[in-house]
């Protein structure tokens, strides 16, 4: 079972000390033993102990490795309080909370002393995100195919986690249909599915006679004339007709197919430019009236469509951008078919290599090229079968999924300068490398520190960092929850699509901010600044902003100030009603100091369950219910956060009353301390830097690597932590330790005691 | 444009992409052929409610089959004869079984399992093959698309779901492996496509082969490309790499399969423009959907989840603007079982929207709800505590005259729900062995 550092950041949080390590193996003998003796050594001791979980033959050296397992098993059990079994005697909550402690605090704090772990990251496929940016920089063609792709999976909060990122049969059918719609739109072809097409109006044929429609043609050309027909089928012979041109038959053709198939009948044709007409005609009408079944009586011939397609075979005028890039050299139509591979393989080389990431391998080249000449062969044009080529490579494993090979069993692999480029390049931009790191890896310029470091600020620079606000914030911050917030249209009739749009830029444009003027992250918690529109500070009640561009913004940060006073958070953490402190509580836990409370008790108890009526305001009710001491020792951590935002609305805008009653807006803290409305809780939380700091450094590294983080990343963590509160806790600064550290540089094969 | 029409010559306006009734497809001879067959097919779909039901207006006072209807049941009136009740049923490994909280993660995980899902945020998810996958597994190979998974709803875009489960659990309902789910998908415009736009509608034969051809080229390549890529993979790469493998894999038997059902009757159906804003207009085009795919034999077996487990969604249309999940934490206050109640009634309007749209569409001498065997329910009984031992279940239709539907049947309390799905799988004719859970076969449906 993976453990995960986050929850170490609770006991800080509830400012429950947190000894020296020494304190915590001394408090063993004195505080963790007696208690296990007392309730679990029955079973659990000895030869025989259940489950095989032995408590009774501590070791401290094998605490924090080869016993990391059962200790985590034993943290799960009393927080679940499932062990020890209802029949047996039941520790304390102080007894259990004592053991708790010692195993978060110290048994499963890792040595960092011999360097830190690399771990592994497992195969991890492209989300939609990744997708979709990826066709935008290898082609130059912003069409977001990925779009209809179902939703990926979540994992640690963010869809970048190789091990949950699924790749079901039905992804692999939008796989293969997303290549083809790529490939067409980046190669422009000449077949009939390609060229212009004119939608004729069908009808349905009782008796023997034929529709005319007359065209207009103002290119003269090959064309392709489609005529979906079926039939009502009786008597002994099928539905016969023709399709004629300008008077002339060109095609009989038998229609056997019956009601609810229809099927094409295609007749391709030479057209001069002007005035033509199009004629299809029944043949054999049929009617027995002495047919029993009154569905073979009548034969009947219906055209659900004529479609015109055309002209073929001429490629337009303008090619798009992406096809003059694609055949740099031309395809000579007049060589033989294997030189025309050559040439493909050739120009291809380039693309495949940067859609691989990597050099792609002659194998490769070889596969891609029996795609062409197959398709050459059958005789489709040099870009129909260009355009094959590329289905085949944008369906294949290389280009979906983003290998790293494993080193041997037990050992650490540095990554090669293409692996690590494109981990930084989906860090930073959700997308493939650009010319100048994919150059920079060929030339194996991207493996020292400084490489890493120097790329990755190049790269926060470039627009295309704006995925980081958008994929990283979106999912840290939880702005993608926008979409799916639905406030109550009669307690907040302000709310509609505008103010919702408003709510997210809000908050990307003071992310960007940070970033792009890579600003100290501790302005998250505090900045006395914003960014609105006019809709939007009207929503805030700021005055003097017109118009729907954004702008900075001071603010009366008695009022608002940091992510903490920014309408998209306060909704997204809100009930449809009404406010939720808990949900803002436990939303600041988790997401600025990871220090997720932990979960509700399993069987939720009856509020009511004793008859006595939770009566009063919201927060007198929720008082109430924190009076049930198992409720209380979690709930009196998240609620006086919540209840100190509680001078926002369900929406985010500033409230004095909440209906009837003022609206109160203090609280204490576990550690005592006192705070009157949000600007005083802001003071409070903004002090807390460390915890905040290795929180987003958590998140950041959660969402860059692709993989929840292990006990030992911990000391990771607290490397950069101080590396980053040196330099004034910049952003750029903790992206560059970050793409340093061993764990975004190596791997380690996959035995992992975990 | 002139039309020149002949004496006896009517034209009447098709192709105007007017939304036309279901006609009956059996009637064309490609299709009609394997339904006259004695074993005509079968076939199963599972539909999901979360946060569970309020228990006192679900479950009739009298058993047998004539109980007084209660009140969440009314929009079922109808169609009182197509099903049964099933009280009594429970699924073990919803609850917590020493894994602490997470019910409602836990409760969608196990619901078509019975398997106790793994408690992990990321790192080496597990469930069980569910119910669905494992016919899929032994039938899918009969119809183009082995099964069918779809829902109202995305996976959450983004943050945790339940008490430290990924999210994962909390919106999937079938898992093809114990390690692999499978998304649903939610856009009706993408379903349609996918299940019945392969190609061009009534693309010729010859044009059809040329283009399966260029599609097995490609996954040639593909497959090449991951057999050079298989030999330097840890085993969680090599288990990423064989999910593509096997996807693959299903994509080349569709292209060998899809010759036969492909005409399809779909031009009966207009192509859906994407998914409607209003709720209920999402629900009854999905279940447009699915009733399509049954018709048409594009699957025989599907999963329909109204609403990922520990929904929030609020429905303003029936005046209940606070969020389901939260009411479903009613703490007794009848306010908010009323408001429950009105929700679970809505839900079951939309099931009977469903049933009746299969038992209106014949099939030979019969109708769809007939010929299938289509479960409706929860892992949650009462959602106020979380109870995974007396879950609502409703069974619809008669199995091909195999089931007899009609009643209020109850079980003995907490009777393993794998039972009754290891009766489904008998009647489908797959393998019920590999159902954990199971004590036996239930009886009385």
């Given at each position: 079972m993976a453990f995960r550092i986050a929850r170490l950041g609770l006991l800080a949080f509830a400012l429950v000390p947190r000894p020296g390590a020494t304190t915590f193996a001394d408090s063993y003998d004195a505080d963790v033993r007696p208690i296990l003796e007392k309730y679990c050594f029955d079973c659990h001791s000895g030869d025989r102990a259940e489950a095989g979980i032995t408590l009774d033959a501590y070791r401290e050296s094998r605490a924090k490795t080869h016993e990391r397992k059962a200790w985590v098993k034993v943290l799960r059990q009393l927080e679940g309080r499932a062990?020890?079994?209802?029949d047996a005697d039941q520790p304390t909550r102080d007894e259990s909370a004592a053991v708790e402690r010692w195993i978060t605090g110290y048994a499963l704090v890792p040595d960092c002393s011999k360097g830190e772990r690399p771990g592994r990251v497992t195969v991890r496929r492209l989300n939609r995100e990744e997708y979709n940016n990826t066709v935008r920089d290898l082609f130059g063609i912003d069409i977001r195919p990925a779009d209809d792709f179902p939703s990926d999976e979540i994992g640690y909060g963010f869809d970048t986690i190789g091990d949950v990122l699924s790749i079901p049969p039905v992804l692999l059918d939008h796989y293969i249909d997303a290549a083809e719609v790529v490939a067409r739109a980046v190669i422009a072809s000449t077949d009939a599915e390609a060229a212009p097409a004119r939608p004729i109006e069908g009808g349905r044929l009782n008796s023997t006679g034929q529709f005319t429609r007359d065209i207009d043609i103002a290119e003269e050309g090959n064309y392709v004339l489609r005529v979906m027909a079926w039939g009502d089928q009786a008597g002994p012979e099928p539905c016969r007709m023709v399709i004629g041109i300008d008077g002339k038959p060109r095609r009989k053709a038998d229609v056997p197919n019956g009601p609810g198939a229809p099927l094409e009948y295609d007749v391709k044709l030479r057209l001069d430019r002007g005035k033509h007409q199009i004629a299809v005609a029944f043949l054999n009408d049929f009617y027995d009236k002495a047919e029993k079944d009154p569905k073979k009586r009548d034969r009947n011939l219906a055209i659900d469509r004529i479609t015109l397609a055309g002209p073929v075979g001429i490629l337009p005028t303008t090619l798009p951008t992406s096809h003059i890039r694609f055949f740099s050299r031309p395809i000579e139509p007049t060589a033989d078919l294997t030189e025309q591979t050559d040439q493909l393989k050739a120009i291809l080389t380039p693309v495949a290599s940067r859609a691989f990431r990597r050099p792609v391998t002659n194998d490769e080249l070889d596969g891609l090229g029996a795609v062409f000449f197959a398709a050459r062969r059958e005789g489709e044009t040099i870009e129909r079968a260009a355009q094959l080529t590329l289905s085949a490579l944008l369906v294949s494993p290389s280009f979906l999924l983003r290998f790293e090979g494993d080193p041997p069993p037990g050992r650490i692999r540095s990554l090669n300068d293409y692996e690590l480029a494109a981990r930084l390049s989906f860090f930073l931009w959700s997308s493939l490398p650009d010319d100048e790191l994919f150059r920079a890896a060929a030339r194996g310029e991207v493996h020292t520190p400084e490489q890493l470091a120097a790329q990755a600020k190049r790269m926060l620079r470039d627009p295309k960092a704006t995925a980081l606000v958008k994929n990283f914030a979106g999912q840290w911050l939880q702005l993608r929850g926008l979409d799916e917030v639905k406030p109550d249209p009669k307690r907040f009739p302000t709310f509609d699509a505008d103010l919702r749009t408003a709510f997210r830029r809000e908050t990307e444009e003071f992310f960007s901010h940070i970033v792009r003027e890579d600003r100290s992250v501790l302005e998250f918690l505090d900045a006395d600044y914003t960014f609105v529109n006019e809709r939007l500070a009207r929503h805030y009640g700021l005055a003097d902003v017109k118009g729907e561009a954004f702008r900075r913004v001071s603010l009366d940060t008695s009022k608002r100030g940091g992510l903490l006073g920014q309408a998209s958070i306060l909704t997204v953490t809100s009930n449809a009603t009404r406010t939720s402190p808990v949900k803002r509580g436990k939303w600041i836990l988790e997401n600025l100091f990871a220090a997720p409370p932990p979960d509700p008790p399993p069987n939720v108890p009856e509020l009511d369950g004793n008859g006595a009526k939770l009566v009063g305001t919201l927060r007198q009710r929720m008082e109430q219910h924190r009076a049930d001491p198992s409720c209380a020792s979690c709930h009196k951590l998240m609620d006086p956060l919540g209840f100190g935002l509680e001078n926002y609305d369900a929406i985010g805008a500033w409230r004095d009353r909440d209906g009837e009653a003022a609206v109160d807006s203090g609280g204490e803290l576990p550690d005592g301390r006192r705070f009157q409305g949000p600007a005083e809780l802001r003071a409070i939380l903004a002090a807390r830097k460390d915890e905040f700091r290795r929180c987003l450094i958590e998140k950041l590294l959660t969402y860059g690597l692709g993989r929840g983080l292990e006990y030992y990343d911990a000391c990771a963590v607290e490397r950069i932590a101080a590396a980053s509160a040196a330099e004034g806790d910049r952003f750029s600064v903790i992206v560059a330790e970050i793409v340093q550290s061993p764990a975004f540089r190596q791997r380690e094969s996959g035995a992992d005691i975990k | 444009m002139t039309t020149t029409l002949s004496r006896r010559t009517m034209l009447r306006g098709l192709g105007t992409g007017i939304a036309l009734p279901l006609l009956?497809?059996?009637?064309?001879p490609a299709l009609a052929a394997p339904a006259r067959k004695a074993t005509a097919p079968v076939r199963m779909a599972f539909l999901y409610v979360p946060n569970g039901i309020h228990m006192p207006d679900w479950t009739p006072a009298e058993e047998g089959s004539a109980y007084k209807l209660p009140p969440t049941l009314e929009p079922l009136a109808d169609l009182r004869g197509d099903f049964s009740i099933l009280t009594g049923l429970g699924q073990r490994c919803a609850n917590a079984n020493g894994d602490g909280p997470g019910d409602h993660a836990r409760a969608m995980a196990s619901f078509l399992s019975g398997v106790q899902a793994r408690k992990t945020e990321g790192l080496d998810i597990h469930c069980g093959t569910t119910v669905d996958q494992i016919a899929a597994a032994a039938?899918?190979?009969?119809?183009?698309?082995p099964s069918l998974e779809i829902g109202a709803d995305r996976g959450k875009s983004s943050g945790t779901c339940d008490s430290g489960y990924s999210c994962v659990y909390s919106s999937t309902i079938s898992w093809r492996t114990d390690s692999q789910p499978l998304p649903k998908e939610n856009d009706p415009k993408v379903i349609f496509e996918r299940l019945f736009e392969d190609g061009r509608p009534g693309e010729s034969a010859q044009a059809r082969a040329k283009r399966d051809r260029f599609s097995r080229s490609i996954l040639d390549f593909a497959l090449e490309d991951a057999r050079r890529l298989e030999r330097d993979l840890g085993a969680s790469d090599r288990r990423k790499l064989d999910e593509y493998l096997s996807a693959i894999r299903e994509v080349e038997q569709r292209i060998d399969r899809s010759h036969r059902a492909n005409a399809a009757g779909v031009a009966k159906m207009k192509k859906p423009d994407g998914i409607p804003q209003d709720y209920e207009q999402h629900l009854r085009l999905l279940a447009d959907l699915l009733v399509l795919a049954f018709q048409t034999d594009a699957t025989r077996i599907a999963t329909f989840v109204f609403a990922n487990e520990g929904s929030g969604r609020s429905y303003p249309s029936i005046e209940v603007p606070e969020g389901h999940h939260d009411l479903s934490h009613h703490g007794n206050d009848p306010a908010k079982q009323a408001k429950l109640g009105k929700i679970n009634r809505f839900h079951t309007r939309q099931l009977a929207y469903f049933l009746g749209r299969l038992k209106a569409t014949r099939e030979a001498e019969s109708n769809l709800l007939d010929r299938s065997m289509i479960l409706y329910g929860g892992c949650i009984g009462d959602g106020n505590r979380h109870d995974h031992n007396h879950l609502p279940i409703l069974l619809a239709g008669r199995g091909g005259g195999t089931l007899s539907p009609g009643r209020h049947q109850r079980y003995e309390a907490k009777t393993p729900l794998n039972n009754l799905f290891a009766s489904l799988l008998d009647r489908m004719g797959a393998k019920a062995d590999i159902l954990p859970e199971t004590t036996g076969r239930l009886e009385g449906i």
């Open positions: 062990m020890p079994p209802d | 009956d497809a059996m009637e064309s039938l899918g190979r009969r119809t183009q698309f």
